[in-house]
DNA sequence: GGATGTGAACTATTTCACAGCC
DNA sequence: GGCTGTGAAATAGTTCACATCC
């Protein structure tokens, strides 16, 4: 059997993306340590919740200066990052699938949106943010060809479970679906779904009631 | 103290959503009943889960028949929906705000986007898939003479909470936060974030990872 | 004094499994 | 036989609270 799993929960993966943002930022305004209870500002999560989630990836801080900026954003890399990348595969180049575009495209990171797919013959050939766009019919071989790992869906409802099957068939292991419309997709496969009408109608359901409030993640999302 | 709360859980909230979703496609197929399994095949979740979450509002079925379509949307429709529907306003009209503004014009729901705002001269003044956009300077007094209840934020990280400033100063009690930092806001105040790095970190994670594999919701988001 | 690291308590959520009904 | 409704068990996730260290 392999060296005992660490298995991080679930929730902690998410939150630790949130955390190295803040890592970034606070490295950008020179910071060198920080407290649990001033992440806790800046995400809303408790300070508690902060400490349990840097200690289930190991990483760990001094009492007198809390944790390095640095290196947690390097400990949080090696638990969510690839060393090679995290190749990503866009398909449905409407409005949403642009924004997206723009959103990985601008900055560096570990994910790379390798290829952008739609299937209207007018978009194809383009250039979108700096990503080529392949017509749909590209896709098996391209992605399959390029190792795409993840793949985006931004397509209207009724096209996104033929997507999705393509994707699948192309060799990729996570999905994450914009689409309202729940994906059937084989076991093996993570699929995600960002529903927007799910998160505003939530969001409206606790905003009329409810005097006190709470911070979430979509889950879940984030979504 | 009021007339017993029924106190649904968090996560059964959102997933009405995509019940209600599923109900609708039914009775497009002129479908009368269905069973749990049937809800949980297009939703993903085990049937045990959907029963406990109609349970959870109160909505009974047969077991010789299943659970009744029609009343099951329309039961759904009471906790969700306020009588008067959800109004809501959204900031930043780039591509995510127009990808969201497509969506929510095009179906009618419960939710209605009563008006969009845009820092840019240009942007305001027009209209966008069949919303005006005003200048950002509008909001506070628009957002309040409108009774905006949810805000939908999707404009860059930088500007994200001076909005939400401007929102909560109007009287939101809900806001959908789209751009990648959290928010501060006040108590009684709902917040949502639908993070796409996260989810899509996330996924990159879990697809890594995982021989066996499951869904998941944001949002959770995500959402 | 104030921070981390963490067992233990607590809360939330999901699943099991089965009685009762058609 | 197959389905709903639901206590009870199991699991997941969060918070408490305090020993320990600087």
């Not at 803040?22 to 400490?51: C, F, K, M, W």
């Not at 990052?81 to 601008?106: M, Q, T």
């Not at 209207?156 to 099957?165: G, I, K, Y």
């Amino acid at each position: 059997m392999a060296p005992t799993k660490p298995d991080v929960p679930h929730r902690t993966i998410a939150r630790l993306s949130v955390y190295r943002r803040v890592a970034a930022t606070l490295r950008a305004e020179g910071r060198l340590t920080v407290y649990s209870h001033e992440i806790s500002g800046r995400t809303g999560n408790t300070a508690a919740q902060v400490r349990r989630d840097l200690m289930s990836i190991g990483f760990t801080g001094s009492p007198a200066r809390g944790y390095s900026v640095p290196d947690l954003a390097d400990r949080i890399a090696e638990v969510l990052d690839s060393p090679e990348g995290l190749r990503v595969a866009l398909v449905g180049v409407g409005n949403l699938g642009r924004a997206i575009l723009a959103y990985f495209l601008g900055r560096r990171s570990n994910v790379s949106v390798v290829a952008a797919f739609d299937a209207s013959q007018e978009k194809a050939g383009r250039v979108t943010h700096g990503c080529r766009v392949f017509p749909a019919t590209e896709l098996p071989r391209l992605c399959r060809d390029l190792g795409v790992q993840v793949g985006v869906i931004t397509v209207p409802a009724d096209a996104a479970q033929e997507v999705a099957d393509l994707l699948v068939q192309a060799g990729v292991k996570g999905i994450v679906n914009f689409a309202p419309t729940r994906l059937r997709v084989v076991r093996g496969v993570y699929v995600e779904d960002v529903d927007i009408t799910t998160v505003v109608e939530k969001v409206g359901y606790f905003a009329l009631r409810n005097g006190g409030a709470m911070a979430d993640e979509p889950e879940e999302s984030g979504t």
